[in-house]
């Protein structure tokens, strides 16, 4: 039972505007969510995280959205920039316990 | 800071043997994960080391071992290879456990099974 679903495999973005991904949960105990974006032969990596106690969390040209009413998560990239060309990972925590749940992936191509 | 660490980059098995795949967690870090990632189920929780203690275990059968040595390397083992267990096998490490602190990943063993 997937716990943590991006609903969309791809995305393509033109370089410059604004690549929004998402991704949805399931279990209202998930207290910690992640986004790791994943190159081909390499681990994930970490790129940003956000507490359920928050809304929003920022970091340079990323931003991640959480709405937990809806179980909805979402990650800004602005601007897009075709190095962002990746797989991103969502992923999310059980409160106390440190094992990730992650969804399925979105491969972003950014178009120059 | 040196990241986390994996050996080997790659493997190639045979049905029936057993594998050794090894960590070194980024220095300072207790916390030590193991992952397999395959195309049908993506990435899959293994199990979970701290202070040489198993803390946590997926949903994997019992060939699927690990252990974790006093300076936070470890170790995971897979005995009577099936040719389903070919796959992508990460580790990630954190500072503490059970905490809002990031994962941070290795790149990968590759395990190919024959």
């Known amino acids: 039972d997937q716990q943590v679903k991006q609903n969309s495999p791809s995305l393509s973005v033109q370089e410059g505007r604004i690549s929004i991904l998402n991704c949805d949960y399931t279990n209202s105990m998930f207290d910690y969510f992640l986004w790791y974006k994943k190159y081909p032969a390499e681990g994930p990596t970490f790129l940003i995280s956000i507490s359920s106690i928050k809304d929003k969390n920022e970091d340079g040209r990323f931003t991640v959205f959480l709405n937990k009413s809806a179980k909805h998560l979402s990650l800004h990239i602005v601007p897009s920039q075709p190095g962002d060309s990746a797989v991103y990972f969502c992923?999310?925590?059980?409160?106390?316990?440190?094992?990730?749940?992650f969804g399925t992936g979105t491969r972003l191509t950014v178009i120059p | 800071k040196a990241g986390v660490t994996q050996t080997p980059r790659y493997l190639i098995k045979t049905r029936g043997q057993q594998v050794t795949l090894s960590c070194s967690p980024i220095?300072?870090?207790?916390?030590v994960s193991w992952y397999q990632q395959t195309p049908g189920q993506g990435l899959q929780f293994l199990f979970e080391y701290f202070s040489e203690t198993q803390r946590n275990k997926g949903n994997f059968p019992g060939r699927f071992s690990g252990r974790q040595f006093s300076n936070s390397r470890s170790e995971m083992n897979v005995s009577t290879l099936e040719l389903g267990d070919s796959a992508l096998y990460l580790c990630?490490?954190?500072?503490?456990?059970?905490?809002?602190?990031?994962?941070?990943f290795g790149n990968g063993t590759r395990l190919t099974v024959t």
């Open positions: 220095s300072g870090h207790r916390s």
């Open positions: 992923a999310a925590k059980l409160s106390g316990a440190n094992n990730l749940f």
């Open positions: 990630a490490s954190s500072l503490r456990t059970g905490n809002n602190s990031p994962l941070h």
